[in-house]
């Protein structure tokens, strides 16, 4: 056969050829298990150090199980292990969603809350493999025991450095993880029939069809988008994350590594779905004059709701700054974005927009997040100094920011408010929901030395001052924190990760209206309900 000529000549047997390609497996799946777990728990320190222990407890099995059976070892069991294993990815493919989603509620601290459905997808598939370089090691034609384990272990390194160099920087950038398991599986399908050849049994000839089978009606089941969240109306894997687009009832919803970012009522595209969404235009109502607003920017594009709302109230010049391309082009197709004069996306970095950027502006909102953490670089001392100089004279900033109003997971949002303090006249924060959890935590500051209480908002809310009614968002108003236990951010410390620490394992509430007609309502009424949807904080740290 032309496959084993093929062996024979670059001088690989069909043993070491198993363990170069186990080798490319068990590494690319090592690499893939970040992106399928990092969206539901995070991707901390406990989410990775997980893995690699699973992994390695998994491989050290397999290979004391296989070192033990090896004396029985054949090519025929070999290929039976690795059709095993292309099966096991077929039941990852199908279920890893589901799986994270029901293992999320299993009642353990927040630093070990992944590991269940880590051993669940990922402990099988790498004990498995761990059988085959034993089993190859026996096979081996080297002379020696140490000449023979040498020889296969370095080809199953080299057949991991290969997979995890491939997985990340080749696949997981241009495939969805979908894909990216089905090539897995495919690849363990026709190494199991190079072990097979040249006379497969009728056996192995059948089951090799039918794991085939398996493998594309579980790739194709995944893109049909079932999901527990909804229909998958259509996702992909970016360079910065993965991107999907959920519709559930009415309401589409666009997640970035799992996390929710924007949402459209399909009904009613003028209401805010997401609640915080209305306190974006208290930028407008701190302003003395709002028509004299002439360009605001938008940091963090997402759906583009907020900047879509915006160009429809009010006669200014947007610019969005959206560092993944792919979102934008998701937001166009899927979610209403129709660039034109008034509204222009920037797919750039947002510090380093505000850098180069000749613009002037009288509005900006920052509302850049990886899943549910604003990187750090865009709420530093030296990163709003950028911002105040970059502000018309009477510009307002927001920052919208995850954390707890009050309490020990409050820790971030003080320090980002005294942050802000540091550099502006002043400072206002206010919450989105009526409880203490952790929430979205809208901080505005002005360069105007004047304070404007939360009588003077009202007053300007109830004389029109801009054509939406805040009368709820202004009773939201929080008191000047307390700052003298947080740091101030700076570049050279901003201890982002352990100001979030106290949030692990904490609800985060984001409250969504009911109503239609929430957006662009006049002064005269305000008939917004709301309700609370939780989801699971991940341990902080910054698949689909």
């Known amino acids: 056969m032309d496959v084993q000529r093929a062996l024979e000549s670059g001088r690989l047997t069909k043993a070491e050829l198993a363990v170069f390609v186990s080798g490319i497996t068990s590494m690319g799946l090592e690499i893939l298990a970040v992106r399928i777990v990092a969206p539901q728990f995070g991707s901390h320190i406990y989410t990775v150090g997980g893995l690699l222990t699973v992994f390695l407890a998994a491989l050290s099995l397999g290979y004391w199980q296989g070192g033990k059976l090896a004396k029985t070892a054949s090519n025929r069991q070999m290929t039976w292990i690795l059709l095993a294993t292309a099966v096991y990815i077929a039941v990852v493919i199908y279920a890893s969603d589901m799986l994270l989603y029901y293992t999320a509620t299993i009642p353990l601290g927040p630093r070990y809350a992944a590991l269940p459905s880590i051993v669940i997808l990922f402990g099988p598939p790498t004990y498995l493999l761990g059988f085959i370089s034993p089993y190859a090691a026996e096979l081996s034609a080297k002379e020696g025991v140490g000449e023979a384990s040498g020889h296969v272990y370095a080809l199953g390194t080299i057949g991991s450095i290969l997979g995890a160099g491939a997985t990340t920087y080749l696949l997981i950038p241009s495939l969805t993880i979908d894909e990216i398991g ?94 915080y969404t209305r306190y974006f235009h208290l930028t407008m109502l701190l302003q003395e004059e709002p028509e004299s607003v002439d360009r605001v920017l938008f940091i963090g594009g997402g759906g583009y709701t907020g900047p879509q709302d915006f160009e429809e109230h009010y006669d200014v010049t947007i610019d969005v700054v959206e560092i993944d391309g792919e979102v934008t082009r998701a937001a ?78 409050s820790e971030f949002y003080r320090a980002q408010y005294a942050t802000m303090d540091e550099v502006f006249e002043q400072v206002y924060s206010f919450k989105t929901s009526s409880t203490p959890a952790v929430q979205n935590v809208q901080v505005i500051a002005t360069k105007d030395e004047t304070r404007h209480s939360v ?90």
């Open 455 to 544: 009588h003077d908002l009202e007053a300007r809310n109830e004389a029109g001052h801009i054509d939406t009614d805040l009368s709820k968002e202004i009773d939201n108003a929080l008191e000047q924190p307390a700052t003298d236990d947080v740091p101030v951010l700076r570049d050279d410390q901003a201890a982002v990760d352990a100001l979030l620490d106290p949030m692990l394992g904490q609800q985060y509430v984001i409250e969504e209206t009911e109503s239609s007609g929430s957006v662009g309502e006049t002064n005269s009424s305000s008939s917004d309900r709301t309700e609370e949807r939780y989801i699971r904080v991940p341990e902080i740290d910054t698949k689909r």
């Open 182 to 275: 089905l090539l897995f599986g495919l690849i363990l399908v026709g190494t199991a029939l190079v072990l097979s050849l040249p006379r497969p049994s009728k056996a192995v000839a059948v089951t090799l069809v039918v794991v085939t089978l398996v493998l594309f009606t579980a790739s194709s089941s995944a893109a049909l988008g079932l999901d527990p969240r909804g229909e998958v109306v259509y996702q992909t894997q970016t360079p910065h994350q993965q991107l999907e687009v959920i519709d559930n009832d009415n309401v589409r919803t666009m997640y970035l590594d799992g996390a929710r970012h924007s949402a459209l009522d399909l009904e009613d595209a003028d209401r805010h779905v997401f609640a």
């Open 332 to 409: 166009e197709t899927y979610f209403g974005l129709e660039q034109s004069d008034s509204l222009q996306a920037h797919e750039h970095d947002g510090r380093q927009f505000l850098y180069e950027t000749d613009h002037t502006y009288d509005v900006i909102v920052l509302d850049a997040f990886k899943r549910d953490q604003v990187p750090f670089q865009l709420t530093t001392v030296e990163f709003m100094t950028l911002v105040d100089d970059r502000l018309s004279d009477d510009g307002v900033v927001l920052a919208n920011v995850v954390s707890a109003p009050e309490g020990s997971a």
